[in-house]
């Protein structure tokens, strides 16, 4: 190995008003080693990204390639300079095929200098096969689910010969198969003797494929080194300046009676045959790999899609929703997994993305009032850390952890009889991952009942009273909190039932 980094930032500070992003962080990328940047929300780390590929000048301090200087005044000089990254929120042009959402820009060329797609198919073809992907360059991409979409984000990255490769939660809407083919990929980038930045909430993942670890904390940089000299709790210590307790604070609650019944539901496509019901004050998990249907089922109960047969009853009584707009007056929210896209008005302030569904509640005299709209925004701001200069400021200057809390705040705030919630700690770090946990707990407690998907297995064993299994868009079984291990369920999902 070389001791000579392949890239150094020194001395980096950025400033957005109201907010010290980062301040004289130091980070140095060794070739053919893979390093983890580890931080809470808001700690800094998309904006060195996004400084390391030219979209956001730094105010202060400089960067170094193989030892010498550079200096990027726009996302070309860096891809010029050999860095390429997947970002957390990748721009993707939905009108626009798979294989020009990849080539975009730097598409291969005629000696005309006419595009030549038949070449730019061939080539996103054979990228995508590199990543395992069965995708038709062809296709269009809206019509891609989120897993796809991301895979599409991360051959964009890879489409441009790099040395210096950036991830920024790259695994955030990946099945677990899907990750192993992506670590492959990573795996031969070392070998290629690439250097990897590599971001992520997930500590698993994190042990598994990283060498180096970088810890921010508010905008510095707090220690960094070899990931096999340091314990994850300490890294934790690091990040949030104190250990965070790892037990899942579900609290045990009696049930009560049921309010929620689910008959036989059947989508035309994406699922069949779902029944259960759910009862006051449950937790109730669904889990199953990316694809099973387990958010299609959820979208249906909240009428964005419509199912074929099957019916559901809400206290007895048997309804049917044919818009979120009557879920939510019957009680029914749902929170996205894709949060961004579905859950925020980003150029809205926190605080009127917060209040947004719930205007009724806060504007009883026909008026916004503004100072409800505040106090019903700190009070979620507050329970869930919520880290942003003001409640003022509009949703897109958050970090992205941060947009989540944001919009998992906003449905709470309607207080729903039925909750709920995709993934709903996707993107979330380990310390108020802990708090959006207790608070799911005390939730069910005051007899809110509780639909949470999850593709986190201590997720889910740890916070359900019950968990469906879905398979190919069908129950593999419903399981009782006594009897969840992660083997059973993993085998439940993956149709591996052998005993
Ligand atoms: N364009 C912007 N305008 C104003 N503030 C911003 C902007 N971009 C980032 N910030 C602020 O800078 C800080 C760091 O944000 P950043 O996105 O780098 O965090 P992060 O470490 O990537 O967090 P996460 O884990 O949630 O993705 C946050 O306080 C954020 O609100
Ligand atoms: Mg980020």
Redesign the pocket.
């Known amino acids: 190995m070389s001791d000579m980094p392949l890239l150094e930032m020194r001395g980096i500070s950025k400033s957005?008003?109201g907010?010290r992003?980062l301040n004289d962080v130091n980070i140095a990328l060794y070739p053919g080693k893979v390093t983890a940047l580890i931080?809470e929300?808001?700690?800094?780390?998309?904006?060195l990204v996004k400084i390391l590929t030219g979209i956001y000048a730094c105010d202060e301090g400089e960067i170094y390639v193989d030892g010498g200087p550079v200096s990027f005044s726009n996302a070309q000089d860096a891809i010029d300079a050999g860095v390429t990254a997947i970002h957390?929120e990748t721009v993707l042009f939905d009108e626009l095929s798979v294989a020009e959402n990849i080539f975009l820009g730097h598409a291969p060329k005629s000696r005309l200098g006419l595009v030549n797609w038949r070449a730019v198919n061939a080539r996103a073809l054979a990228l995508l096969h590199s990543l395992e992907s069965n995708i038709d360059p062809r296709l269009r991409l809206k019509d891609l689910s989120i897993a796809q979409r991301h895979l599409v984000a991360i051959a964009r990255a890879l489409s441009v010969d790099a040395r210096i490769v950036i991830m920024d939660e790259p695994t955030a809407a990946l099945s677990r198969k899907e990750v192993n083919d992506l670590f492959q990929i990573v795996k031969r980038l070392k070998t290629q003797g690439k250097a990897i930045l590599f971001i992520s909430?997930k500590f698993d993942e994190v042990y598994e494929i990283a060498d180096h670890y970088a810890v921010?904390r508010d905008g510095k940089a707090v220690g960094s080194g070899e990931l096999a000299n340091v314990e994850q709790n300490d890294i934790v210590k690091l990040m949030v300046g104190r250990s965070v307790e790892h037990a899942f604070p579900k609290l045990d609650i009696a049930l009560g009676k049921t309010v929620f019944a689910v008959e036989n539901y059947t989508h035309p496509t994406e699922f069949r045959d779902i029944s259960f019901e759910l009862r006051q004050g449950e937790i109730f998990g669904i889990y199953g790999l990316v694809g099973a249907g387990r958010s299609e089922v959820c979208q249906s109960f909240f009428g964005i899609t419509q199912p074929s047969s099957g019916k559901l009853k809400l206290d007895g009584q048997e309804i049917t929703i044919r818009s979120p707009g009557e879920a939510i007056n019957a009680g029914i929210v749902y929170v996205p997994e894709e949060r961004g896209r579905h859950g925020a008005v980003l150029q809205l302030p926190i605080y009127q993305n917060i209040s947004l569904p719930s205007l009724t509640r806060t504007s009883r005299s026909g008026f916004l009032n503004a100072a409800n709209e505040f106090a019903l925004a700190r009070k979620y701001a507050e329970r869930f850390d919520l880290?942003?200069?003001a409640l003022s400021v509009p949703v897109g200057?958050?970090?992205?952890?941060?947009q989540q809390k944001v919009v998992i705040g906003k449905w709470l705030a309607t207080q729903p009889k039925i909750l709920i919630l995709d993934e709903p700690t996707k993107?979330i770090?380990i310390g108020s991952k802990a708090a959006v946990h207790a608070f799911i707990s005390e939730l069910a407690g005051e007899g809110l009942s509780i639909i949470m998907v999850s593709s986190e297995l201590p997720e889910i064993i740890g916070m359900s009273d019950r968990v469906l299994v879905m398979r190919e868009g069908l129950s593999a079984g419903i399981y009782k909190r006594e009897n969840l291990n992660a083997e059973t369920l993993v085998r439940a999902a993956t149709g591996n039932a052998s005993k």
């Open positions: 957005f008003p907010v992003a931080g929300n808001g700690a800094g780390k998309s904006t957390q909430h921010f880290r942003a200069a200057t958050l970090s992205g952890g941060n993107g770090d």
